[in-house]
């Protein structure tokens, strides 16, 4: 496989290769771009063995006469159509298990790989890191790797089906509902690389973007220590205004009075809300407990209820930051109500 | 040889006149048209939708339309052109009008059940509008759950459209397949009927066999929708990836439904335009056959990254390659058929070669996607969309064009105009290009699909495509005028302009009598047989028009 790793560069200018695909950051991306050359470059010389006989069988034997006949009415030949039946087969059979090998060794991931644990929701990734203890989220989140060393994801989501797409890497699985899927990679180049939801969501689908930062061992273990020490100690409205990005409100509640998918944030506590169900409630500290916590219990009129539940992934600290948040774009400081 | 009387004057156009004569119609011509402007139509609309996804792709946050909109015009694209253009497509326009005239018989065995697969065909579609009216999906053509289960808008309006439309192509495929068996002429054999008949007959297989099972996938969404009834939604212990099983268990035939009338049609042109027996008939009689039956077993492959077990991905990537191979053979065969003949390069001709180029991408696009490692990363890409569109447009409706250019004057009694004829097929063949080959590469570069907003890297190649598709709507419209203006003012078309051999060419006039032949046709020899007499051959003119 080297050799023909080493062939094929000569073949191929190196940054060619690189143009094709994005540039590859792991481990199997190099491998998985030796094959897609390979495919690249055979599927065009087939393409040209159909193509080129085409045009020229064209240009030779086009009708210049009204009566002008076929030159043959020969309508079989036993050798040319067993080679053309036979010879894909062969090529297929190689580019099947080609591929199939190469997708068992992105399968099975080595057991000393870092792992992680990714929720998809609308729209947003949120990745725990179990070991460390730490967590990242939301929108354009940053998720840090470090550099040789591999990682496996082990993902569910918490509506519908999502994607968890990183191109660099050459990876990518769904992320279902009510069970786990998995993948890992092994990155080898230091940067920042864009990840996508590649799977149709809803309304924020192409919005649903977060990075993976490969960084040095040392870069990682610092940033790790950088995001254990982050949420001490900062003041509540801080907090909160954190939480909100990071949570993925800020992709349906606007904090400028705008309506997205669900009201806007501005001036919002201490008003009396209509709900679907007829009655009115006032939006105080306990209306957004249970927003946070089962929002289902009750929806704003004239919105559809798609908020998730964040249950289990908020502290009670984080709670009350969230609702000072809301609260001071209320103007309001003083904490009313329980 | 022929047995045309002279004397004509009726036909099965104004034999009888009037709406209420057509509406109330048994006649297979006369369905099949109807049929045709019904594809025609939703065509366009399907177009629409197309060319303004295409122009709020321009800038990389373009805002035209919001992103709600463009999720609805991408749903409503897919499923406009899937469900209410490309499914019926061939088989029930060409089909209908073709399929009683090759085999030398009077109608379809079962004109009543035909007339009501066309009028269940407008109820569906009159649902499928409806729904579109009154509260967009933003779905995706594809219906997976449970995010249908929870979206808005009429999506069981939609459902129940596509249910209905369902049982029109199965009556269509039963009514195909009993036709085929039970009213051939006399002394036509297994392997004396027209490839365009094998290759509707395999369709129709598919479609009796395969649309149920899309029938009781969407009637379960239904249930799940309207009862909480948990099949698919896990929040009340459903199975989301069940509902892709079942969903491509029909949905990956359908492909084939789509595709092989389409290689029927071309399989008649390629003799036609070339004048030569076609090269190793049973070949691709038997690949039509082989193609229908492995297209049940590859469902699968639209399934590699959902979370299904390797060893099934295996099975699913080995079979995929399977179904390759008789494609293939059959490109090869057509371009042996092409070999040492008297090349026309007549419209439909045009349209033929068209399809043999753009398939061909299509189909080697294919090979890279059935590669299990590389799927990976390809899949729900724009790479996708390229392939698919490369198949479906670049395949089917480019068939389907060169089809009707083939066969109208034998439809209508008129001929096109060669000069517009070859301007169109110019146009599209050159905006079909720019439009989605670009996608490869913006789809390998890791462009997913189905994205409102895309990162800016993309935007140079974005515009190539959209530029690409306004050409590619351009030149459907030269074709759309072409057709027009031969309804209006076409030359009169004698009974065999392009010098085929099947009997709706040599044994009818054009346009045929309303009973087809005025005499039973009886069949001595095999379809494609050109002699050796020498004769005049009408349309040859080609490019030098």
Same mark, same amino acid.
């Given at each position: 496989?080297?050799?023909?790793?080493?062939?094929?560069?000569?073949?191929?200018?190196?940054?060619?290769?690189?143009?094709?695909?994005?540039?590859?950051?792991?481990?199997?991306?190099?491998?998985?771009?030796?094959?897609?050359?390979?495919?690249?470059?055979?599927?065009?010389?087939?393409?040209?063995?159909?193509?080129?006989?085409?045009?020229?069988?064209?240009?030779?034997?086009?009708?210049?006469?009204?009566?002008?006949?076929?030159?043959?009415?020969?309508?079989?030949?036993?050798?040319?159509?067993?080679?053309?039946?036979?010879?894909?087969?062969?090529?297929?059979?190689?580019?099947?298990?080609?591929?199939?090998?190469?997708?068992?060794?992105?399968?099975?991931?080595?057991?000393?790989?870092?792992?992680?644990?990714?929720?998809?929701?609308?729209?947003?990734?949120?990745? =725990?890191?179990? +070991?460390? @203890?730490?967590?990242?989220?939301?929108?354009?989140?940053?998720?840090?790797?470090?550099?040789?060393?591999?990682?496996?994801?082990?993902?569910?989501?918490?509506?519908?089906?999502?994607?968890?797409?990183?191109?660099?890497?050459?990876?990518?699985? =769904?992320?279902?509902?009510?069970?786990?899927?998995?993948?890992?990679?092994?990155?080898?180049?230091?940067? @920042?690389?864009?990840?996508?939801?590649?799977?149709?969501?809803?309304?924020?689908?192409?919005?649903?973007?977060? +990075?993976?930062?490969?960084?040095?061992?040392?870069?990682?273990?610092?940033?790790?220590?950088?995001?254990?020490?982050?949420?001490?100690?900062?003041?509540?409205?801080?907090?909160? @205004?954190?939480?909100?990005?990071?949570?993925?409100?800020?992709?349906?509640?606007?904090? =400028?009075?705008?309506?997205?998918?669900?009201?806007?944030?501005?001036?919002?506590?201490? +008003? *009396?809300?209509?709900?679907?169900?007829?009655?009115? *409630?006032?939006?105080?500290?306990?209306?957004?407990?249970?927003?946070?916590?089962?929002?289902?219990?009750?929806?704003?009129?004239?919105?559809?209820?798609?908020?998730?539940?964040?249950?289990?992934?908020?502290?009670?600290?984080?709670?009350?930051?969230?609702? @000072?948040?809301?609260?001071?774009?209320?103007? +309001?400081?003083?904490?009313?109500?329980? | 040889?022929?047995?045309? &009387?002279?004397?004509?004057?009726?036909?099965?156009? $104004?034999?009888?006149?009037?709406?209420?004569?057509?509406?109330?119609?048994?006649?297979?011509?006369?369905?099949?048209?109807?049929?045709?402007?019904?594809?025609?139509?939703?065509?366009?609309?399907?177009?629409?939708?197309?060319?303004?996804?295409?122009?709020?792709?321009?800038?990389?946050?373009?805002?035209?339309?919001?992103?709600?909109?463009?999720?609805?015009?991408?749903?409503?694209?897919?499923?406009?052109?899937?469900?209410?253009?490309?499914?019926?497509?061939?088989?029930?326009?060409?089909? $209908?009008?073709?399929?009683?005239?090759?085999?030398?018989?009077?109608?379809?065995?079962?004109?009543?059940? $035909?007339?009501?697969?066309?009028?269940?065909?407008?109820?569906?579609?009159?649902?499928?509008?409806?729904?579109?009216?009154?509260?967009?999906?933003?779905?995706?053509?594809?219906?997976?759950?449970?995010?249908?289960?929870?979206?808005?808008?009429?999506?069981?309006?939609?459902?129940?459209?596509?249910?209905?439309?369902?049982?029109?192509?199965?009556?269509?495929?039963?009514?195909?397949?009993?036709?085929?068996?039970?009213?051939?002429?006399?002394?036509?054999?297994?392997?004396?009927?027209?490839?365009?008949?094998?290759?509707?007959?395999?369709?129709?297989?598919?479609?009796?066999?395969?649309?149920?099972?899309?029938?009781?996938?969407?009637?379960?969404?239904?249930?799940?929708?309207?009862?909480?009834?948990?099949?698919?939604?896990?929040?009340?212990?459903?199975?989301?990836?069940?509902?892709?099983?079942?969903?491509?268990?029909?949905?990956?035939?359908?492909?084939?439904?789509?595709?092989?009338?389409?290689?029927?049609?071309?399989?008649? /042109?390629?003799?036609?335009?070339?004048?030569? %027996?076609?090269?190793?008939? %049973?070949?691709?009689?038997?690949?039509?056959?082989?193609?229908?039956?492995?297209?049940?077993?590859?469902?699968?492959?639209?399934?590699?990254?959902?979370?299904?077990?390797?060893?099934?991905?295996?099975?699913?990537?080995?079979?995929?390659?399977?179904?390759?191979?008789?494609?293939?053979? %059959?490109?090869?065969?057509?371009?042996?058929?092409?070999?040492?003949?008297?090349?026309? /390069?007549?419209?439909?001709?045009?349209?033929?070669?068209?399809?043999?180029?753009?398939?061909?991408?299509?189909?080697?696009?294919?090979?890279?996607?059935?590669?299990?490692?590389?799927?990976?990363?390809?899949?729900?890409?724009?790479?996708?969309?390229?392939?698919?569109?490369?198949?479906?447009?670049?395949?089917?409706?480019?068939?389907?064009?060169?089809?009707?250019?083939?066969?109208?004057?034998?439809?209508?009694?008129?001929?096109?105009?060669?000069?517009?004829?070859?301007?169109?097929?110019?146009?599209?063949?050159?905006?079909?290009?720019?439009?989605?080959?670009?996608?490869?590469?913006?789809?390998?570069?890791?462009?997913?699909?189905?994205?409102?907003?895309? /990162?800016?890297?993309?935007?140079?190649?974005?515009?190539?495509?959209?530029?690409?598709?306004?050409?590619?709507?351009?030149?459907?419209?030269?074709?759309?005028?072409?057709?027009?203006?031969?309804?209006?003012?076409?030359?009169?078309?004698?009974? $065999?302009?392009?010098?085929?051999?099947?009997?709706?060419?040599?044994?009818?006039? &054009?346009?045929?009598?309303?009973?087809?032949?005025?005499?039973?046709?009886?069949?001595?020899?095999?379809?494609?047989?050109?002699?050796?007499?020498?004769?005049?051959?009408?349309?040859?003119?080609?490019?030098?028009?």
């Amino acid at each position: 496989m080297e050799n023909l790793n080493e062939l094929l560069k000569m073949i191929v200018p190196r940054e060619w290769l690189f143009s094709v695909m994005p540039l590859p950051s792991s481990t199997h991306a190099n491998d998985l771009d030796l094959l897609y050359w390979f495919l690249i470059i055979t599927c065009g010389i087939l393409f040209l063995l159909v193509v080129v006989p085409l045009f020229l069988i064209v240009v030779r034997y086009r009708r210049k006469t009204v009566h002008q006949r076929a030159e043959s009415q020969k309508d079989h030949n036993f050798w040319m159509e067993s080679l053309w039946t036979f010879l894909p087969f062969v090529y297929l059979a190689i580019l099947f298990m080609w591929g199939f090998l190469q997708y068992l060794g992105m399968y099975v991931a080595p057991h000393d790989a870092l792992e992680l644990r990714v929720i998809g929701q609308k729209w947003q990734w949120s990745v =725990d890191y179990p +070991k460390e @203890e730490i967590s990242v989220a939301g929108v354009g989140a940053t998720i840090a790797i470090p550099i040789n060393r591999p990682v496996r994801l082990v993902m569910s989501s918490q509506d519908v089906i999502h994607s968890f797409f990183i191109p660099n890497m050459r990876v990518k699985q =769904d992320v279902v509902p009510g069970r786990y899927t998995t993948l890992w990679f092994e990155p080898n180049q230091l940067g @920042e690389f864009p990840v996508l939801c590649a799977e149709y969501c809803g309304d924020l689908h192409s919005n649903m973007l977060a +990075k993976v930062q490969v960084m040095t061992d040392d870069a990682y273990k610092n940033w790790v220590e950088e995001q254990k020490s982050q949420n001490q100690n900062v003041p509540l409205p801080e907090l909160g @205004e954190k939480l909100y990005t990071k949570l993925g409100c800020v992709a349906c509640h606007s904090t =400028d009075g705008s309506i997205k998918l669900a009201p806007s944030f501005k001036g919002i506590y201490g +008003k *009396m809300e209509e709900l679907t169900s007829g009655a009115s *409630m006032k939006i105080d500290d306990n209306y957004i407990r249970n927003k946070l916590l089962t929002p289902t219990k009750h929806t704003a009129k004239g919105y559809p209820q798609i908020m998730p539940s964040f249950q289990g992934r908020v502290s009670e600290r984080d709670i009350s930051g969230i609702v @000072e948040f809301i609260k001071s774009l209320s103007g +309001k400081q003083a904490i009313e109500g329980g | 040889m022929s047995a045309i &009387s002279a004397h004509a004057g009726t036909n099965y156009l $104004n034999e009888k006149k009037g709406i209420w004569s057509w509406a109330s119609t048994l006649d297979h011509k006369r369905i099949g048209v109807m049929y045709l402007f019904s594809i025609f139509f939703f065509f366009l609309i399907g177009g629409v939708f197309a060319l303004l996804l295409r122009t709020q792709l321009l800038s990389p946050a373009g805002s035209l339309i919001d992103a709600k909109t463009y999720n609805q015009l991408f749903t409503l694209h897919g499923a406009v052109m899937v469900f209410l253009v490309i499914v019926p497509g061939i088989a029930a326009s060409l089909g $209908n009008f073709v399929l009683p005239l090759q085999l030398g018989a009077k109608d379809v065995a079962f004109p009543r059940l $035909n007339l009501m697969s066309y009028y269940i065909y407008v109820t569906g579609s009159i649902f499928a509008v409806c729904s579109i009216i009154f509260g967009a999906i933003d779905t995706g053509w594809t219906f997976y759950a449970p995010y249908s289960i929870s979206a808005q808008g009429k999506v069981t309006l939609m459902l129940t459209a596509i249910f209905i439309l369902g049982f029109s192509s199965i009556f269509t495929g039963l009514n195909f397949i009993t036709t085929v068996h039970k009213l051939r002429a006399p002394g036509m054999t297994w392997f004396r009927m027209p490839l365009f008949v094998w290759g509707i007959y395999a369709t129709s297989i598919l479609q009796v066999m395969a649309t149920p099972v899309l029938a009781i996938t969407l009637a379960l969404i239904v249930v799940e929708r309207t009862l909480s009834v948990g099949i698919f939604n896990p929040a009340l212990g459903g199975d989301a990836v069940l509902f892709q099983h079942f969903f491509w268990f029909y949905s990956h035939p359908a492909v084939y439904i789509m595709i092989l009338p389409g290689m029927a049609v071309i399989s008649e /042109l390629v003799t036609t335009f070339s004048q030569k %027996k076609i090269f190793g008939y %049973k070949m691709i009689a038997y690949s039509s056959i082989a193609i229908a039956l492995i297209s049940f077993l590859v469902w699968g492959h639209h399934m590699f990254t959902s979370g299904q077990s390797p060893l099934v991905n295996m099975l699913f990537s080995a079979l995929t390659f399977l179904v390759a191979i008789p494609s293939g053979i %059959k490109i090869f065969n057509w371009l042996a058929t092409l070999f040492k003949g008297s090349i026309s /390069l007549a419209t439909p001709m045009l349209y033929c070669l068209s399809f043999l180029f753009l398939f061909t991408i299509g189909g080697l696009t294919g090979v890279f996607l059935g590669t299990l490692s590389v799927d990976i990363h390809l899949h729900d890409t724009y790479f996708v969309v390229a392939h698919f569109h490369y198949v479906m447009v670049g395949g089917t409706f480019m068939a389907f064009i060169g089809g009707v250019y083939y066969w109208w004057p034998k439809m209508f009694g008129k001929m096109y105009s060669e000069k517009l004829g070859i301007l169109g097929a110019l146009l599209v063949f050159l905006g079909f290009n720019m439009t989605f080959f670009v996608q490869f590469y913006m789809g390998s570069q890791g462009m997913p699909r189905r994205y409102y907003n895309y /990162l800016e890297q993309f935007q140079t190649l974005h515009q190539v495509s959209t530029f690409g598709s306004y050409l590619l709507g351009v030149g459907f419209l030269v074709v759309l005028i072409n057709w027009i203006h031969a309804l209006v003012k076409g030359a009169p078309a004698p009974a $065999n302009p392009f010098h085929a051999t099947t009997l709706e060419w040599t044994h009818t006039q &054009s346009p045929p009598i309303t009973h087809n032949f005025e005499v039973q046709p009886v069949v001595h020899h095999e379809p494609y047989e050109y002699g050796d007499e020498p004769h005049s051959i009408h349309g040859f003119q080609g490019l030098k028009a």
